[in-house]
């Protein structure tokens, strides 16, 4: 008997839906979740203690981070030593605090040193006063009270009840201009006060010259140019009130020695002009009970009508609720990029959050038009990119901008543009070191601009031109008075007699120095790939085989006799000790293994590491090394040993970088004020959670390979750039079930610890099955 037609096109369907199930998930086009990602986010997560971090409203990469600042901290005490508060304040804010002076416009996150803080803005209610924390005879000064029970924020949003003077404070931003509301109560005497005296890291020196004008009665317009870690840094503003003034004025706090003919004028009242060093200037209104205020406040970096271009671009309005609500959408797009799901809702607090911090800096630093000041403080146009500022590369190349290779390769290629368009500025011919608003600051070590384009090259990221990528890093690695390279150069180690922290210097130099190298090999440049692959072995050159540590080595060839490796200062390594720093060998592991005595003994000795309690008088003369983040004498708190704990992986010990893993995810980070155990580091601290959480990690930036570690979710989607998505799942996951049996990426399980980029770029199916055995 024939089948009947409906009969063949049931079995035509049914074959048709085998075949559709069998077939690879890996170009399957997922929609993204539609769901509201900024209500996991805690922005107060890390703003206690080590973590600075600031809770205020910002737009993603954004140029304006409008938040509060808790205190007045100077660097310097009245008998001119440092002081050691002010390291408390890089980012303006410390939890612990219950007072307010206002709200800047700029502020860093997770720094170890700091600057910005730039044009502090308060409202205030009653007899107009000027002081931030305390006038000169002793009163109170303009500061306010309040209560974290009436303080929220949230991506884009911070709102706080500031109780001296009655007033609902409500801040959100765009990428350039921030957005302030303020509710105030009946008076005759309501002030709008602008601090532009305030910085953080402030010193009697840091404001060169300040300039305000008073354009009508509701704009006002200037420029700050500062000297602080940026030695040249102008900020251009414009600010403009949703109500005119009544009446203004300012004071100076420096003395005048010239003013020209400037002097037949009273400057200080109602005078549209005003010029000087120290300057705070105030508004007066009245207002009704329950009126509010509002206040854009547009920055720029090159001049007052790029910042007024900039506010009509973004907010030409007055509607305060429609920016705020842009700006979450903005947010809730940068978080639905990696969708998870957790084994606890405060593991997911704590991703999602760690997942905002990395998306704070690098920051925009152009205007609408695209025009920018240069590191030569002329003015240029970017062409072919976006510009981005706040490059602090010792700590980001590690896993902050291998992370954007993954999740937002656009933007990298944008911020490797911008630091093409440096080196290009610069007069040494040097990509950045650690850069900021148009700035060289030269902070930390190393030359790791050389890591974030290897990278990407290795990552096929990127359009930039890599012959110009090539003589950019060995412009920069040539620069022989540069922090101890031309003796690199020639005794092939940074001699300690010569330069300080000479081991951590050879160890950085020979990793950079090895991404050189890759980068040569992309350009087919075997001369220079072959020049700087020999520079990459001098690592070497540093080892003392007789006691087992990297040691530092003087210029006549002999190791220092004074070395102690478990100290932290003055041992010839940075921010670290040579148990930590000294097995830092990204480019070649297995070589570094088998020079300190093979598996397993390097096993034993990372066991070590993680298990002998350092006592306090080997890192008291830190301030970025501190209990909080210290593991026995493993050191999470600071970056030099983010690698650490994959290193098991190439001793045949996987299982222990699993527990290692799981146990720093857990106890090194957390959803609470104090979940950052030690600064967050422009990102980095943070995207060594998001890596790890997924269950990889970037061990050696500028390969295309990352080290296996233990997944703590259950299962997440990474939506790429390029339309594909990542799946990654887990079986028999649990907060016990800490290591791997096995792991299947794309069908086929892995034979080694390393996950190819390649075998995720486009997208794919990553499973791991755990296990407590």
């Given at each position: ?76 005490q009245k008998d001119g030593s440092y002081n ?57 000064g303009f500061y306010s009270t309040f209560s ?611 075998a995720i770029a486009n997208g794919g199916e ?8």
């Amino acid at each position: 008997m024939k089948p009947s037609i409906k009969t063949i096109l049931l079995l035509a369907l049914s074959i048709l839906g085998i075949s559709c199930q069998k077939k690879s998930t890996r170009n399957i086009v997922k929609k993204k979740s539609t769901n509201t990602f900024t209500k996991y986010v805690n922005p107060f997560i890390g703003t206690s203690k080590m973590g600075h971090v600031f809770p205020g409203a910002t737009a993603p990469f954004g140029m304006v981070q409008l938040s509060p600042q808790t205190n007045f901290a100077p660097m310097f005490q009245k008998d001119g030593s440092y002081n050691k508060e002010t390291y408390e304040y890089c980012a303006g804010y410390q939890y612990k605090d219950s007072t307010i002076i206002g709200f800047a416009h700029t502020n860093f996150s997770g720094t170890g040193h700091a600057d910005l803080g730039d044009f502090l803005v308060m409202p205030t209610t009653g007899k107009l006063n000027l002081h931030p924390v305390s006038s000169e005879d002793g009163q109170k000064g303009f500061y306010s009270t309040f209560s974290h029970a009436n303080e929220s924020a949230s991506p884009g949003y911070y709102k706080v009840d500031l109780n001296t003077y009655n007033i609902k404070a409500e801040l959100t931003a765009s990428e350039r201009v921030g957005f302030h509301q303020y509710t105030f109560p009946k008076s005759e005497n309501s002030h709008i006060i602008l601090d532009m005296v305030y910085n953080v890291y402030h010193h009697k020196n840091k404001n060169v010259w300040t300039f305000i004008r008073v354009e009508n009665d509701s704009l006002v317009t200037g420029y700050r140019q500062t000297k602080g870690w940026a030695r040249t840094k102008k900020v251009f503003f414009a600010m403009q009130f949703s109500k005119p003034f009544q009446s203004y004025g300012h004071k100076k706090y420096d003395r005048e020695t010239y003013d020209g003919f400037y002097r037949r004028f009273k400057q200080n009242e109602n005078f549209p002009e005003m010029a000087g060093k120290d300057i705070r200037a105030y508004f007066n209104f009245d207002t009704e009970e329950g009126e509010k205020i509002k206040v854009k406040f547009a920055l720029s970096s090159v001049s007052t009508n790029g910042a007024l271009k900039n506010l009509e671009a973004e907010i030409p309005h007055w509607n305060f609720e429609q920016t705020k609500s842009e700006t979450e959408n903005k947010w809730n797009n940068e978080l639905r990029k990696i969708d998870i799901e957790t084994i606890s809702e405060k593991d997911k607090t704590t991703f999602y959050t760690a997942l905002y911090h990395t998306s704070l800096s690098p920051i925009l630093y152009e205007d609408v038009d695209g025009q920018y000041r240069g590191l030569d403080q002329n003015i240029h146009t970017s062409n072919g990119f976006t510009n981005y500022t706040i490059f602090s590369l010792w700590d980001t190349y590690r896993a902050l901008h291998p992370l954007y290779n993954l999740t937002q390769p656009k933007r990298n290629n944008d911020m490797i543009k911008s630091m093409l368009a440096h080196q290009e500025q610069s007069v040494h011919k040097m990509l950045p070191i650690w850069s900021h608003y148009a700035n060289e600051n030269w902070c930390m070590i190393g030359y790791h601009a050389t890591s974030v384009i290897a990278d990407a090259l290795a990552k096929n990221v990127g359009d930039f031109d890599v012959n110009r990528a090539l003589n950019a890093a060995t412009n920069t690695a040539t620069v022989r008075y540069f922090d101890g390279i031309g003796d690199y150069i020639d005794y092939h180690y940074v001699p300690d007699d010569k330069s300080h922290s000479s081991v951590s210097k050879t160890l950085e130099y020979a990793y950079n120095d090895w991404c050189i190298a890759q980068i040569a090999k992309k350009a087919n440049n075997q001369s220079i790939e072959k020049e700087y692959l020999e520079r990459a072995s001098y690592y070497k050159n540093v080892y003392d085989p007789s006691i087992g540590f990297m040691r530092p080595r003087l210029s006549n060839g002999k190791f220092r006799e004074k070395f102690d490796p478990m100290d932290t200062h003055g041992q010839g390594f940075i921010e670290g000790n040579a148990w930590n720093y000294g097995l830092y060998v990204p480019q070649n592991i297995d070589t570094m293994i088998a020079m300190m005595g093979g598996k397993e003994k390097f096993s034993k000795q990372l066991d070590q590491l993680f298990t002998t309690e350092i006592e306090d008088k080997y890192i008291a003369q830190h301030e970025d090394i501190t209990r909080d983040g210290i593991i026995g004498n493993y050191v999470h708190g600071n970056e030099p040993g983010h690698h650490i704990p994959y290193l098991y992986n190439w001793t045949g010990h996987p299982e222990k970088t699993q527990e290692r893993v799981r146990m720093i995810l857990k106890s090194m980070y957390a959803d609470t004020v104090e979940g950052l155990c030690g600064n967050d580091d422009a990102g980095q601290m943070s995207a060594w959670y998001i890596f790890s959480s997924l269950g990889f990690y970037p061990v050696t930036p500028g390969s295309s390979d990352y080290a296996i570690g233990s997944p703590n979710i259950l299962k997440a989607t990474l939506y790429l750039e390029n339309g594909k998505t990542l799946d990654i799942r887990t079986s028999n996951q649990s907060e016990e079930n800490t290591l791997v049996k096995s792991v299947t990426v794309n069908g086929k399980k892995l034979d080694n610890w390393l996950l190819p980029h390649n075998a995720i770029a486009n997208g794919g199916e990553i499973l791991f099955e755990m296990t407590h055995k």
